[in-house]
């Protein structure tokens, strides 16, 4: 995931975004080549992608809180 000044970076304003949420999850399923990573949420499930070299410390079984947001493209 992009740091805050990386997302500033790009021109969006990470605290601002439209629906900004945060969700704890529990990895369970994760690619370091790729950089996907499954994750659920009692009954939900997520697929996500990461920087692969984000993730070197994570693993199958942790808990880890995603950001999420959007923008809608004009």
Do not use: C, R, W, Y
């Amino acid at each position: 995931m992009a740091s805050d000044a990386a997302f500033a970076h790009q021109g969006h304003d990470h605290g601002t975004m439209p629906g900004m949420h945060e969700m704890a999850v529990t990895v369970t399923a994760i690619d370091h080549k790729t950089g996907i990573v499954n994750v659920s949420a009692g009954d939900m499930k997520l697929t996500v992608h990461f920087p692969p070299t984000s993730l070197a410390e994570v693993k199958e079984g942790d808990k880890i809180t995603l950001h999420l947001g959007f923008t809608k493209t004009p």
